[in-house]
């Protein structure tokens, strides 16, 4: 079995191009727009592609058997990147194609989640490429598994474990009280890439789509309760009322702020974390995501609760 990670200089991609060469070495090409120099001292193989330009796929493809789709981009190339992918793979024969898509698919509903509940129909720019992307991958005519991580945090991620940090350590997100009483849908890093490893080699995942999510998520509350212990920022603060209202007037002014500065030459300037109206949501949303169709089709092993945390707080300290 040959693999080609598309999207190996991600945060996902790239831990499963190491977790592949740990396995078998020479067994994985990382696909990139340019090369590693992490990657070339371990002799992993890098294939220089870009799944826009469909022209750089086949060299990349020639005598893979397997493929994981891990790109990010925006929706727009989300949709053609996978596109090409795609055609590419089964011009070169791939045998299977493993994508990570997410449970942005489902929009905000709420409840109990399956694997073949419907997809939202109130989901954002990105859930609506997410969709478009799983219904070109059904329809592709290869042997397909379509992965959906939930809020994916530990080391490395920046919105669920290095935002969540900065806030709890600046006193503005902490016990929520009733507005934190949803449930958390974290995965580790770490269960991703050991899902997208069975996906690789289970016949039995073949054609099926997994939500991956904590089986057993704690509240919002408890998840911010339980980090801000493991990273000191105690004592955990409440938040009132009023504090909470300022956020939400403060959203919007700090998320067009962030925007301006990305797009110029100013990326060094500190700008505060905003608490958008989508990201507060989910505080309180009421939902949990069915593990039993991926408990025992892919079987992974999950990480507790209380080590995840560990694992993410240790990381997070290392940044400081």
Known sequence: MITLVAGASGFVGSRVVHALHSRLPGSVRAGLREDRADFARLGICQSIMDAARPATLPPALDGVTHVVNAIMASPAAMI??????????????????????????????EGLIRDDSPYGADVDAYGAAKIECERLVRASGLEWVILRPALIHGAGSEPWTARIGRLLRQRRLGDLA??????????????????????LDRPE?????????????????????????????????????????????????????????????????????????GFARLFALDLRYDPAKADRLLGFPRTPHAEGLRRAAIWFASRR
């Open 178 to 199: 009733e507005r934190g009483d949803g449930l958390c849908n974290l995965i580790l890093v770490e269960d991703v890439v050991a899902a997208i490893l069975a996906a």
């Open 205 to 277: 995942a073949a054609g099926h789509a997994f939500n991956l999510a904590d089986p057993d998520p704690v509240t919002w509350n408890r998840y911010l309760m339980d980090f801000a212990l493991e990273i000191g920022a105690t004592p955990v603060h409440r938040l009132p009322g009023w504090q909470w209202k300022v956020e939400k007037l403060a959203a919007i002014p700090l998320k067009l702020t962030a925007i301006a500065r990305d797009k110029t030459k100013l990326g060094s300037l500190p700008v505060p974390d905003a608490i958008t109206p």
């Open 80 to 109: 053609g990147t996978t596109r090409n992918l795609l055609a590419a793979a089964q011009a070169a024969g791939v045998k299977r194609f493993v994508h990570l898509s997410s449970i942005a698919v489902f929009g905000g509903q």
